[in-house]
């Protein structure tokens, strides 16, 4: 398989250079060159497959034989290799709990996937390979975990300072070996054009080895397919047609993902995109036109994007046609006041936690419902990570799971840099390990 950029039809990348560049020529994203769509003998096996296999069915046509076959096999179910299960939270709605993993978020599937297909295309005694990602919360955790102790790689991870939860904060500042966190005076979209300004400058390209494990990266939003698919598995055969799948949406790679599952032939309604009050893409499908703007803090932070990166895939995904998109894709807009009294609503009614991204899920998919609908939202991470959002509303506290606890008894080590991109620049060029 070859990979064209968003911005360049005539380019085409192959894996490992689309993998290893992150971004495309012309400052575009890669996208697969083709769909293929999955055929009937795959969805009669479904039912009774792993995750691990339903990862190495779905994303074989995109990885091999770039990746030998049987190395792929090991490596889908070496990274798909946790829980996801498909909870009912009321009679209509279930939730699709992707929080099993290491960090506790659904950013752990595309970050331990991503990490091992990059592992396999570094050479002993080579340069380093040295990520850099931006993160609003939880990208930062789940990338350095997936990352931590593979040889030949090292990860640069720039946060805002003050604006993630201490909770996620403690699971990437404590890591050391090859994992770095610098705290940005500044807010996530400052962090983003650091990571981006130093991809596009020739000269520190020159010196150093420089790729991206954000959701720009394919092969960290392709593996997301596979949960499509899964939860899917999960719905009886004959109400897969009624589903509803609704993804609380920041950069908007869950919800490309989704729309490729369903290009492969995921047999569902419809998509739902959900988001916090920065409503760029809700807006776009209203008045047609894109318009980015400084991102507004909300208690679902993660979600708290003003340029979302992966929405010119989801774009492309439907051929630029506007039309097309209002007809399949409904988007609805949670505020931080709604998302407060659906954590309770939900916790008194129902006994189910919510964490304030899986609230705005839950919340749009409710208003959006009709008829005989089944709806299923993307439960992206574990309540206990929002502790004191969730423990205000619900009036009790959040078991931490063990995993948690753990890096809460770590030891912070980052660097603090300004949004001076040359700052980061020579940051990164007098750091010995990078080069
Ligand atoms: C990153 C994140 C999202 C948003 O996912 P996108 O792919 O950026 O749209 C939603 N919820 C949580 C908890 C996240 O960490």
Redesign the pocket.
């Known amino acids: 398989m070859k990979f064209y950029s968003t911005q360049d039809y005539s380019h085409k990348s192959d894996l490992k250079s689309a993998v290893l560049k992150g971004l495309a020529p012309g400052n575009g994203l890669f996208m697969p060159e083709a769909i293929p769509t999955l055929g009937a003998d795959f969805w009669n096996r479904l039912d009774s497959m792993t995750l691990g296999e339903i990862g190495y069915e779905t994303l074989r046509p995109y990885f091999c034989p770039d990746i030998e076959e049987q190395d792929f096999k090991l490596l889908c179910e070496d990274a798909f290799n946790f829980p996801i299960p498909l909870v009912k939270v009321s009679d209509k709605i279930s939730s699709l709990e992707l929080f099993h993993g290491p960090t506790l ?3 752990d599937i595309g970050a331990r996937f991503l990490a091992r297909v990059m592992a396999r295309f570094t050479t002993k005694g080579d340069k380093p390979i040295n990520v850099l990602v931006a993160t ?4 930062g955790s789940a990338v350095a975990n997936g990352f931590l102790g593979v040889e030949g790689v090292n990860v640069v991870v720039l946060y805002p300072k003050g604006l993630v939860s201490h909770v996620q904060e403690m699971q990437f500042t404590t890591l050391g070996q090859n994992i770095t966190a610098i705290e940005i005076d500044g807010t996530f979209d400052d962090c983003q054009r650091l990571v981006k300004t130093a991809f596009m400058d020739e000269d520190l390209c020159k010196q150093l080895i420089l790729t991206s494990a954000n ?1 720009i990266n394919l092969a960290r ?1 392709l593996p ?1 397919m596979v949960y499509y698919f899964y939860a899917v598995a999960q719905i009886p055969a004959q109400q897969r047609k009624n589903a509803v799948i609704c ?10 993902a989704g729309l490729i599952a369903q290009k492969m032939g995921l047999p569902i309604k419809r998509f739902v995109a959900a988001t916090n009050v920065n409503d760029i893409v809700p807006q776009f499908l209203v008045s047609g036109e894109y318009k980015p703007a400084p991102s507004i803090s909300t208690v ?1 932070n ?2 708290d ?1 003003g340029d ?1 990166s ?1 929405f010119i895939r989801v774009r492309e995904l439907f051929d630029h046609n506007i039309d097309d998109m209002r007809r399949d894709l409904k988007t609805e807009v949670i505020t931080d006041a709604t998302i407060h009294t659906t954590i309770k609503s939900v916790f008194e009614n129902q006994k189910y936690i919510l ?1 304030p ?1 899986g609230a705005v899920a839950y919340r749009a998919l409710e208003h959006q419902l009709v008829g005989e609908e089944l709806g299923v939202f993307l439960a ?2 574990h309540p206990a990570k929002f502790p004191d959002v969730v423990e205000a509303e619900i009036k009790q506290s959040v078991e931490q799971p063990a995993r948690l606890k753990e890096f809460m008894k770590g030891t912070k080590a980052v660097d603090n840099l300004s949004t001076e991109y040359d700052k980061f620049k020579t940051f990164l060029q007098k750091t010995e390990k990078f080069s």
């Not at 993804?247 to 490309?256: A, C, R, Y």
């Open positions: 978020a659904f950013k609003s919360g939880d990208t959701s939003f997301q993804v609380p949406s920041g950069n908007f790679g869950n919800l490309t679902a993660a979600m994007v979302p992966n964490d991204h992206t991470a």
